[in-house]
């Protein structure tokens, strides 16, 4: 059976660019959940002056489709300005790519998620946010939509595993209906934190579970 991927998809799994951990990146953020399937990690290096992208590595854990993507999303990133990165869409790395299986676009989706995200990162930590609104429970309760429940796949919120979120004096509880040694607590709070800890107004997070 011949396979489901043209040959420029292959290529770039086969020989994925910009490929591996940066440990002194500027940014950094993850899409997906490796417990659940397919995660995407993106680093940025960039240039606090022209606030272009010197540098950008990922990280996949996943099928073709996602190590071929975050291959493609470096690629059209580096170089370009912040701006400018945020403007790529799944669209264009899916064309970049030669186009997806239609059951495999999800995957330049969650790419472009994470290059923007990487984004909002270095923005929220370089002070770069136009309107520093304060932190609300609505907002925490939108990035906690893009955490994964590892055990079905579908975000935190959707799989009514958040019990309550309280927003006060620059802390984020967040209180999730697991016991506290599952097997996927550590996975969720890692994620959650790193979902909510970028937030210009958060100092810190805790991550509570079910007694």
Not at 23 to 43: F, I, K, L, N, Q
Not at 58 to 76: K, R
Not at 180 to 204: C, M, P, Y
């Given at each position: 059976m011949p396979l489901p991927y043209n040959d420029i998809v292959m290529e770039h799994f086969k020989h994925p660019r910009n490929v591996g951990r940066m440990e002194d990146a500027d940014a950094h953020a993850t899409e997906g959940s490796s417990a659940c399937g397919d995660m995407v990690s993106v680093y940025l290096k960039v240039d606090e002056e022209s606030h272009r992208i010197e540098d950008i590595k990922f990280e996949s854990y996943g099928c073709a489709s996602n190590i071929a993507t975050g291959s493609i999303i470096t690629e059209l990133a580096k170089g370009k300005t912040l701006e400018e990165a945020k403007e790529i869409s799944w669209k264009e790395a899916s064309d970049a790519l030669g186009g997806l299986p239609a059951l495999k676009t999800h995957c330049s989706v969650l790419a472009v998620d994470g290059l923007r995200s990487a984004i909002q990162n270095y923005e929220e930590k370089h002070g770069l946010v136009k309107?520093?609104?304060?932190?609300?429970?609505?907002?925490?309760?939108?990035?906690?939509?893009?955490?994964?429940?590892?055990?079905?796949?579908?975000?935190?919120?959707?799989?009514k595993l958040v019990k309550d979120v309280q927003v006060g004096e620059g802390t984020v509880r967040v209180?999730?209906?697991?016991?506290?040694?599952?097997?996927?607590?550590?996975?969720?709070?890692?994620?959650?934190?790193?979902?909510?800890?970028s937030l210009w107004d958060v100092e810190k997070v805790e991550v509570e579970f079910a007694e």
């Amino acid at each position: 059976m011949p396979l489901p991927y043209n040959d420029i998809v292959m290529e770039h799994f086969k020989h994925p660019r910009n490929v591996g951990r940066m440990e002194d990146a500027d940014a950094h953020a993850t899409e997906g959940s490796s417990a659940c399937g397919d995660m995407v990690s993106v680093y940025l290096k960039v240039d606090e002056e022209s606030h272009r992208i010197e540098d950008i590595k990922f990280e996949s854990y996943g099928c073709a489709s996602n190590i071929a993507t975050g291959s493609i999303i470096t690629e059209l990133a580096k170089g370009k300005t912040l701006e400018e990165a945020k403007e790529i869409s799944w669209k264009e790395a899916s064309d970049a790519l030669g186009g997806l299986p239609a059951l495999k676009t999800h995957c330049s989706v969650l790419a472009v998620d994470g290059l923007r995200s990487a984004i909002q990162n270095y923005e929220e930590k370089h002070g770069l946010v136009k309107e520093q609104k304060p932190t609300t429970i609505e907002e925490v309760t939108r990035r906690l939509k893009h955490v994964m429940n590892p055990m079905v796949g579908l975000d935190l919120v959707r799989t009514k595993l958040v019990k309550d979120v309280q927003v006060g004096e620059g802390t984020v509880r967040v209180f999730i209906d697991l016991p506290a040694d599952h097997q996927f607590a550590n996975n969720i709070r890692e994620d959650v934190t790193e979902k909510i800890g970028s937030l210009w107004d958060v100092e810190k997070v805790e991550v509570e579970f079910a007694e």
